[in-house]
């Protein structure tokens, strides 16, 4: 079990950068790939970043070259930097588990953090 709390999001302007947080409670954190999704309303959820185990990183190609996902297994931490955002980046993001696994779609994880807002002025 892990249990997932983001933080970071807020209105920002187009252009501008924000760092979403994600704090991982509970055992082996090591031993989960973890990823980003995001919602914007009236839209399905939609994979943003992930990465696995082995820290290998994968991107959506709409965030590529934008935005960068690490983690800090000392920390139980996992971050998301993102840069040039833009008003289509409004969303509410999330932050995903998935024990010894990896992938781009949201049923592949078990795990969910609540979400956190974040909204891109133009």
């Known amino acids: 079990q892990v249990q997932l709390v983001e933080s970071g999001g807020g209105l920002v302007q187009a252009g501008g950068s924000l760092r979403l947080s994600c704090a991982a409670s509970?055992?082996?954190?090591?031993?989960?790939?973890m990823a980003w999704f995001r919602q914007a309303p009236g839209k399905e959820r939609e994979f943003a970043a992930g990465?696995?185990?082995?820290?290998?990183?994968y991107y959506a190609d709409s965030v590529k070259g934008r935005f960068t996902i690490s983690r800090d297994n000392a920390k139980n931490t996992v971050a998301l930097q993102m840069n040039s955002l833009k008003p289509e980046d409004t969303a509410v993001y999330y932050c995903?588990?998935?024990?010894?696994?990896?992938?781009?779609?949201?049923?592949?994880?078990?795990?969910w953090g609540q979400g956190t807002q974040v909204t891109v002025s133009s």
């Open positions: 990465i696995n185990c082995n820290s290998y990183t």
């Open positions: 995903a588990a998935n024990q010894y696994g990896s992938g781009i779609y949201s049923a592949e994880y078990s795990y």
């Open positions: 509970g055992r082996s954190f090591s031993t989960y790939g």
